[in-house]
């Protein structure tokens, strides 16, 4: 249990093969009882178990592991297909399942042999809890963000050999307490408990002696704030780049990162810089690289003694850099958002290319014909680029000003 792990999104397929292209050790993937319902992993003209028995295959083939969400908080009608789809996880080789119910946990411990992760759902805070889960068969504790590093390290001295200690290093952070939120629910219905979260934590709102959502101007909440309005639930995101080795020290064994709901280029992105600085590779900058990716102000959550401010009064995303493309090979470019000839393109690179920079001589579009701004999201353009020859599945991006 000594060997560190980092583990990744995957939203869909291609973020999973990305993810393991750009060096995560495991990906964790959506279920049909995962608390994200739009990212069930699945591919177009696929089913979910067809897709699954090609996510396992491909993970399997790469020498890396991945685990399956099954962390809904289960209600009665929910349990004879949870057992039809747990054994069918089985059947397809999934590495470990992730749960946060315990009549989950008791319905998979009994009709399976599954490896089960207690989900960061659960709330493991302390010890006793911890040692529990692992008298009732989990191989993982998944700690509740709100874990402080002295409180980690007591907990992973305690269950010490008995199980691995996983926790969330980057991504979205939520107001409620390790995830459990009712907000979503009472103001649009949409159960967070259950995958379908509608983040209100993240709109906009203004007072008038009550609050007034934007997009709800006809219902109103007691609370007040200034002539500018309020975001008072909306966090920041968690960014533990710097820290990794203290969470090392404290026992930890598997670092996760979020962002099932996110980009391609994001799960890209964060992986190859968690990997860099795993791997302590020298002359790369991990803050630099980081902020390259789009992102509200950082936060070190409540690893720490002393927390960091969590929340931000504004919904606005920040980045050092934009993505203009991902590369399809031969300089063939799927392009994300717009770039002119005679930019410099820098390159986000598994390999040899990464971080190089080039001057983008010329650009035309799939018809051949030249033209001076690519500018259609989603359309593949060819560029020449100074003698540098781009690999498949590089991303390129453009320096914001």
Known sequence: ?????????????????????????????????????????????????????EAVSYVHSHGKKIYITVNIFARNSDFEEIKVYVKRLQETGVDAVIVSDLGVLKLIRE??????????????????????????????IILARECKQSEIKEIAEYVKNSCDIEVFVHGAMCVSYSGRCMISNYMTER????????????????????????????????IEEDIHGTYIM???????????????????????IEGRMKSDYYVAAAVNTYRHALDKEKNFNYQEEID?????????G??????????????????????????LGGNKILQRNAFNQGDELEILSFGRNHNKTFKVMSVKDEQGQSVTRANKAGAVYFLETDG?????????RKKVV
């Not at 009709?111 to 191989?139: D, M, P, R």
């Not at 390259?292 to 070190?300: D, F, G, S, V």
């Not at 002393?306 to 493309?325: P, R």
């Open 1 to 53: 249990m000594t060997n560190i792990e980092l583990l990744a999104p995957a939203g869909d397929m291609n973020k999973l093969r990305l993810a393991v292209k750009y060096g995560a050790d495991a990906v964790y993937a959506g279920g049909r009882f995962g608390l994200r319902a739009g990212a069930v992993l699945a591919a177009p003209n696929e089913s979910h178990e067809d897709c699954l028995e």
């Open 111 to 140: 009709n399976t042999s599954l490896e089960v992760h207690i989900s960061t759902q659960a709330n493991v805070l302390n010890k006793y809890t911890a040692q529990e889960y692992v008298n009732l068969g989990a191989k993982r």
């Open 191 to 222: 159960e967070a408990n259950r995958g379908e979260c509608s983040q209100p934590c993240r709109y906009k709102y203004f007072p008038s002696g009550t609050i007034i959502e934007e997009k709800r101007p006809t219902e109103h909440w007691g």
């Open 234 to 256: 909306n966090s920041k995101d968690l960014c533990l780049i710097n820290h990794l080795d203290d969470l090392i020290s404290a026992g930890v064994t598997s670092f996760k």
């Open 292 to 300: 390259k990716i789009a992102h509200r102000p950082w936060t070190t």
């Open 302 to 327: 409540f690893v720490f003694e002393k927390n960091d401010s969590l929340f931000i009064e504004h919904t606005n995303v920040i980045s050092t850099h934009e993505v203009a493309g991902m590369c």
């Open 388 to 396: 540098l020859t781009l690999e498949p599945d590089e991303f390129l």
